[in-house]
């Protein structure tokens, strides 16, 4: 908190002083040492415009030590004085260190669609008690991807209903682009050859427990699974963990790729709580909810929305996860109820978002001048 509420507020004082630099684009992130998924889409859209400076920082601050932290940090905050944008997608704390400056225009592109789990400061250990301030400072813009999440993350990230715009979420453009499948679909069968010709069971379990702690629920039934589906000669079972989890859970299904090109080749998706069901319900492909600790969870997070009124079946019988609930819901999927999420939850995205949220940015700057 000293470093956080004392050292960078006075590194942006000190180097706030003269205009902001006009078209200066800063791209962050304490999650990754590369640019999120979330943020690709926006990048390529901004490295084509002439009127844009870019300046990425990207770095990861669970290895790189309490030292290394500070230092991009501090580093960050100087250029951030300056800047006429910064875009995040995570919670980025060096963004709500400061009072803001009035030309700086901060944008939250978040990383996940609707609004399901609760998170922020509407759920229980996300946000440390011991910090001071919000978390969310200084957001001008917070994109999401329908208005009927509007009222619950402004509930989470306790800032008015103004800073959050249905303008869709810019990640979700790659799913309307038909070369990103194509090239999704040949570096699965690439990697997966023996998937050829099967259908392909995604299996894609939040964490539980807390980022410097966290573990998979659910994985003795879902390993189950995994070899009844093998032994039936027509499917293949394929693992995507939370990146919070490093460790293997279920022997040969883990794969390296993004979960995001896993989308297309899915045939079902199997999940629990994971935002992924928003924006896999783009593809209007069957998903299967398995929540055997579905009442603990609930009681110990809880959900903005019932999760009976998601577009699959619940199993909250460990027991019950096997082929033949598999197969069913692939035979009985309603492709309506399907659509009928998507209109009340990802209504924004549709290919257009990324121009959507770019076009009201300078519009937005422009008004403001």
């Given at each position: 908190m000293a470093v956080q509420n004392i050292i960078l507020p006075l590194a942006y004082f000190f180097y706030r002083s003269g205009p902001i630099t006009k078209g200066l684009v800063i791209f962050a992130d304490a999650h990754h040492d590369k640019c999120p998924v979330s943020m690709e889409c926006i990048l390529n859209?901004?490295?084509?415009?002439?009127d844009f400076t870019i300046l990425e920082f990207y770095h990861d601050f669970s290895r790189c030590g309490s030292i290394g932290s500070l230092r991009y940090s501090i580093q960050f905050?100087?250029?951030?004085?300056?800047a006429?944008?910064?875009?995040?997608?995570?919670?980025?704390?060096?963004?709500?260190?400061?009072?803001?400056?009035?030309?700086?225009?901060?944008?939250?592109?978040?990383?996940a669609c609707g609004a399901f789990k609760k998170f922020g400061y509407d759920t229980a250990g996300d946000i440390p008690k011991y910090y001071k301030g919000n978390v969310y400072k200084n957001y001008d813009l917070v994109t999401v991807s329908s208005e009927e999440c509007i009222e619950h993350f402004s509930s989470a990230m306790r800032l008015d209903k103004s800073v959050f715009k249905a303008l869709g979420v810019s990640r979700t453009d790659m799913y309307f682009n038909e070369d990103f499948i194509e090239r999704s679909k040949e570096r699965f069968?690439?990697?997966?050859?023996?998937?050829?010709?099967?259908?392909?069971?995604?299996w894609t379990p939040t964490f539980r427990g807390n980022p410097a702690n966290p573990y998979t629920e659910g994985s003795e039934s879902a390993a189950r699974l995994a070899d009844e589906l093998s032994k039936s000669g027509d499917w293949y079972f394929i693992t995507k963990q939370h990146p919070h989890i490093k460790k293997s859970v279920i022997e040969n299904t883990e794969t390296d790729i993004p979960t995001e090109m896993l989308f297309a080749v899915a045939?079902?998706?199997?999940?629990?709580?994971?935002?992924?069901?928003?924006?896999?319900?783009?593809?209007?492909?069957?998903?299967?909810?398995?929540?055997?600790?579905?009442e603990q969870y609930k009681s110990q997070r809880g959900f903005y929305i019932d999760i009976n009124s998601l577009p699959g079946e619940v199993i909250i019988d460990a027991e019950s996860l096997t082929l033949e609930t598999v197969e069913k819901a692939v035979s009985q999927f309603d492709e309506s109820k399907m659509q009928c999420f998507i209109d009340r939850y990802m209504t924004a995205c549709d290919g257009k978002s990324t121009d959507r949220i770019i076009d009201y940015i300078k519009e937005r700057n422009k008004d403001e001048r």
């Open positions: 859209r901004i490295k084509s415009d002439d905050m100087i250029l951030y004085a300056k006429e944008f910064v875009f995040i997608c995570d919670n980025f704390l060096p963004v709500s260190a400061c009072v803001k400056r009035r030309g700086t225009t901060v944008i939250q592109l978040w990383h069968y690439k990697e997966n050859p023996n998937a050829k010709g099967k259908k392909v069971a995604l045939d079902l998706l199997i999940t629990d709580y994971s935002s992924v069901i928003y924006e896999y319900a783009l593809f209007k492909k069957p998903i299967l909810i398995f929540a055997p600790d579905l």
